[in-house]
């Protein structure tokens, strides 16, 4: 069964750095894409990167382009999202998210098909 686990949250202050992973089992990451989301309360999934399953190609939401930086370790069957520069409006529940037939770079809810259960981010002083 396909499973996906975020680990690395917390609480940073503004200008901070974190590190998130994601843990797949179930299957291997050479057949998916792997992207990141993250969802504020009262807000909509807000996507923010993702990486092809091919040559490791990288895609960025301009909201955190030049801060964050996402990259796969296929060994270990891991996605990580390196964080720096954090902000207060960063703040949210971070969720992976693996797409087998999602449309290379969108970052649609919609079209990925097995989602972890979120790590919480705070950035706050």
């Known amino acids: 069964q396909v499973q996906l686990v975020e680990s690395g949250g917390g609480l940073v202050q503004p200008g901070g750095s974190l590190r998130l992973s994601c843990a797949a089992s179930g299957f291997t990451l050479d057949y998916y894409y792997i992207g990141w989301f993250r969802q504020a309360p009262g807000k909509e999934r807000e996507g923010l990167s993702c990486?092809?399953?091919?040559?490791?190609?990288?895609y960025y939401a301009d909201s955190v382009k030049g801060r964050f930086t996402i990259s796969r370790d296929n060994a270990k069957n891991t996605v990580y999202l390196q964080m720096n520069s954090l902000k207060p409006e960063d703040t949210a529940v971070y969720y992976c998210?693996?797409?087998?037939?999602?449309?290379?770079?969108?970052?649609?809810?919609?079209?990925?098909?097995?989602w972890g259960q979120g790590t919480q981010v705070t950035v706050s002083s």
């Open positions: 998210a693996a797409g087998s037939s999602a449309v290379w770079p969108r970052l649609l809810p919609g079209e990925f098909d097995s």
């Open positions: 990486i092809s399953s091919t040559d490791s190609s990288q």
